[in-house]
């Protein structure tokens, strides 16, 4: 007996935790991924109780290539196909670039980009055999832009926004969908650390992770290859797209000076 899942990454908390709750509330069962098994076992046993979906969890580290193989055994023995894949965990490390360790850097990296492409490419390949599946990939509106102090985190969303863009049209035809969401600050703990208020820019209000996580599945049961959540970040994006590329970059300078 096999059972179509929604795998979500980094869903113990933040976006993640409310993009569980969205497919849940509309019927998909779940499997959850994060490194906390408490905060997985507490939120599964929630979504469950809450919504009748099957919420199942697999604790990992997915900044280790081990943890991501485990992952995919795991689904096998316990006979789950992933009918949608929500690539969603990641870091995000503040700081000038030589301020932040290299080990730190790369960990980054690791968990942003490397566990991306590793479950991506397993999990994409078993959707095209079956003519069916859909990937949404969590970047960013830091995907658009170089951003100072968050230098490898940006870098890491352009890859996914470059990676997801890609795919989608690899793909197209073989019943597999590819959307990139690209939410700007968003109220998570991952943008309060150290205890201090969260990141945000200047005129363009944080949004909260209930919103994006709605836009986000309406884009991936859509089939959008990229979606951003909110009128002012959507404006942005926009806006700077049509600069001459030494403006945007002083701009996104300027913005990080006196905002974040």
Same mark, same amino acid.
């Given at each position: 007996?096999?059972?179509?899942?929604?795998?979500?990454?980094?869903?113990?908390?933040?976006?993640? #935790?409310?993009? $569980? *709750?969205?497919?849940?509330?509309?019927?998909?069962?779940?499997?959850?991924?994060?490194?906390?098994?408490?905060?997985?076992?507490?939120?599964?046993?929630?979504?469950?109780? #809450?919504?009748?979906?099957?919420?199942?969890? /697999?604790?990992?580290?997915?900044?280790?290539? +081990?943890?991501? *193989?485990?992952?995919? $055994?795991?689904?096998? !023995?316990?006979?789950?196909?992933?009918?949608?894949?929500?690539?969603? !965990?990641?870091?995000?490390? =503040?700081?000038?670039?030589?301020?932040?360790? $290299?080990? #730190?850097?790369?960990?980054?990296?690791? &968990?942003?980009?490397?566990?991306? /492409?590793?479950?991506?490419?397993?999990? !994409?390949?078993?959707?095209? *055999?079956? #003519?069916?599946?859909? /990937?949404?990939?969590?970047?960013?509106?830091?995907?658009?832009?170089?951003?100072?102090?968050?230098?490898?985190?940006?870098?890491?969303?352009?890859?996914?926004?470059?990676?997801?863009?890609?795919?989608?049209? @690899?793909?197209?035809? =073989?019943?597999?969908?590819?959307?990139? &969401?690209?939410?700007?600050?968003?109220?998570? +703990?991952?943008?309060?650390?150290?205890?201090?208020?969260?990141?945000?820019?200047?005129?363009?209000?944080? &949004?909260?992770?209930?919103?994006?996580? @709605?836009?986000?599945?309406?884009?991936?049961?859509?089939?959008?290859?990229?979606?951003?959540?909110?009128?002012?970040?959507? &404006?942005?994006?926009?806006?700077?797209?049509?600069?001459? +590329?030494?403006?945007?970059?002083?701009?996104?300078?300027?913005? =990080?000076?006196?905002?974040?």
């Amino acid at each position: 007996m096999t059972r179509n899942v929604t795998l979500v990454t980094g869903a113990s908390a933040g976006i993640g #935790r409310a993009l $569980a *709750d969205v497919f849940a509330e509309h019927g998909h069962d779940l499997v959850l991924v994060a490194r906390s098994t408490g905060k997985l076992k507490s939120a599964a046993a929630e979504i469950a109780g #809450r919504t009748g979906a099957m919420c199942d969890w /697999i604790a990992a580290d997915l900044t280790l290539a +081990d943890d991501c *193989d485990r992952v995919l $055994a795991e689904l096998d !023995a316990r006979g789950f196909h992933v009918d949608v894949l929500v690539n969603n !965990a990641g870091v995000l490390h =503040e700081g000038h670039f030589l301020d932040v360790s $290299a080990d #730190r850097h790369v960990q980054l990296v690791d &968990l942003n980009v490397l566990s991306v /492409i590793r479950l991506t490419h397993a999990l !994409a390949g078993r959707m095209r *055999d079956r #003519r069916a599946g859909r /990937i949404l990939n969590v970047a960013s509106t830091s995907s658009f832009n170089p951003v100072p102090s968050l230098a490898c985190y940006a870098a890491s969303k352009a890859f996914l926004l470059s990676f997801s863009e890609s795919l989608s049209l @690899e793909l197209e035809g =073989e019943g597999v969908t590819v959307t990139a &969401l690209c939410p700007g600050f968003t109220n998570t +703990d991952m943008i309060a650390q150290g205890g201090r208020a969260p990141m945000r820019l200047p005129v363009i209000p944080n &949004l909260e992770p209930r919103e994006v996580a @709605e836009s986000g599945y309406a884009a991936c049961m859509k089939g959008d290859p990229v979606r951003i959540p909110g009128l002012f970040n959507r &404006l942005a994006v926009t806006g700077l797209r049509h600069t001459p +590329d030494w403006v945007r970059r002083r701009t996104i300078a300027l913005v =990080e000076r006196i905002g974040v």
